[in-house]
């Protein structure tokens, strides 16, 4: 009798309960919010942090805060290799990745050689095209993250405890650079001792003397205070930079549709914010860097520019010769 009058109370709770949801409207009793999270390796001085900042604030406000965003600077959740594994794994829901995804598919590798790309234009052509959304896909596919956009960093630049001045000032230079192959390949054909390194511990190696020298985008240099343990940086303009903010598959997959449309419109505005910002601030920064002490110098990089795109083709065979040659058509040459 018990166990009949409980089923029946149990069947009249679950009716008033269905008939409360459709008067609410689809999905009102289920709403909850979405609570995720972003990490990079940067300050919060940098402008990747800025443009991670206006993605939480887009996301906030296209969501109605039905999605929140919390962000971790400074490697909280470890290093770039961290953030892709995290986000492989789902433990970690966006990250601002370079060229350390090519670790994780070896067609992103080709857009890290020194040299590759002459000016902003060339690499945005590339990026921004056909071969951009192709390499896109390769990462979704075989790293199982997905590129949501690029953003804009400036050239890179070298800092050293020396004046450079050419390419004889850069032979045996025990130079700091990023955990990339393309990288160390091509730094090495030009005449420096590449020494891998995570970026956290690069403020403390150059302090400590374990490397000489390091090679960044001026924003990177400024927010990571490089100027104070360097003395001097030379407009070497090797590398059109970029950084993607990435997300988990694993994450998208969980979302639904007008959660991904929000990402997606949300990431369009904190790419063009941060796009803007590089070009407007980066002359601040190296102004205020001046002004406290940094030497700047011009050096000839023709030699520079021989040296590594002799080294390219040897690389790219190891890669992708097809899509190589497919960029270098791009570019025109």
Known sequence: MFNHIGKTLHRTSFAAL???????????????????????????????????????????ARSNGEITLTIYPNSTLGGDRDLVEGMQMGTVDFGLIAGVLGNFEPSI???????????????????????GEEIADNVLQNANVRILDWWERGSRQVTSNKPINGIEDLQGLKIRVPEIPAMVSTWRAIGANPTPMAWSEVYTGLEQHVIEAQENPIPFIFGGRINEVQDYLAFTNHKYEYVTLTMSELRWMQLTPDQQQIIT?????????????????????????????????????????????????????????DLYNRIIEAVGR
Do not use: C
């Open 18 to 60: 269905s008939a409360l949801i459709l008067a609410a409207g689809p999905g009102a009793a289920f709403a909850q919010t979405l609570n995720l999270k972003l990490g990079h390796i940067q300050s919060e001085q940098d402008l990747w942090h800025f443009g991670a900042q206006k993605f939480k604030e887009e996301l906030e």
């Open 109 to 131: 590798q080709l857009l890290e050689l020194p040299y590759l790309f002459q000016s902003q234009e060339e690499f945005d052509t590339v990026i921004n095209g056909e071969i």
């Open 265 to 321: 419109e949300a990431a369009e505005a904190a790419t063009m914010a941060e796009n803007e910002a590089v070009r407007t601030r980066t002359d601040e920064m190296l102004k205020s860097m001046v002004e406290a002490g940094l030497q700047v110098t011009e050096p000839d990089t023709a030699p520079m520019v021989e040296a590594a795109t002799a080294a390219h083709e040897a690389f790219a065979e190891d890669v992708d010769i």
